[in-house]
Nanobody, 124 residues
Framework: QVQLVESGGGLVQAGGSLRLSCAAS????????VGWFRQAPGKEREFVAG????????VYADSVKGRFTISRDSAKNTVYLQMNSLKPEDTAVYYC?????????????????WGQGTQVTVSS
């Protein structure tokens, strides 16, 4: 069992940056793959980025490649999403999710553990 808490969201102008954090409670979090997802009003929740367990390979949605970077600090049980060059279309509630597996999945249905979400708003 793992509990996830996101933080770091806020209001930023287009072109700005934010760093989201996903802090986990529970043991062996380093053995969990973690995904970041986002959901804009009226839209389905979509995959943004993910990082694997043990060997932390990263996967990104095409829409954020080159702008977002996912990383993890196992000592702090935390996964980060550094978001640069933000665009108004990045506005959404951002969620982190975890699964006790090595590989990253891009489907929401693969993740049993979810945080409560953090709002990111990018103004033009």
């Amino acid at each position: 069992q793992v509990q996830l808490v996101e933080s770091g969201g806020g209001l930023v102008q287009a072109g700005g940056s934010l760093r989201l954090s996903c802090a986990a409670s529970g043991r062996a979090f380093s053995t969990y793959a973690v995904g970041w997802f986002r959901q804009a009003p009226g839209k389905e929740r979509e995959f943004v980025a993910g990082i694997g367990a043990s060997i932390p390979s990263a996967v990104y949605a095409d829409s954020v490649k080159g702008r977002f970077t996912i990383s993890r600090d196992s000592a702090k049980n935390t996964v980060y999403l550094q978001m640069n060059s933000l665009k108004p279309e990045d506005t959404a509630v951002y969620y982190c999710a975890a699964r006790a597996t090595i590989v990253v999945f891009t489907s929401t249905s693969r993740y049993p553990y979810w945080g409560q979400g953090t709002q990111v708003t990018v103004s033009s």
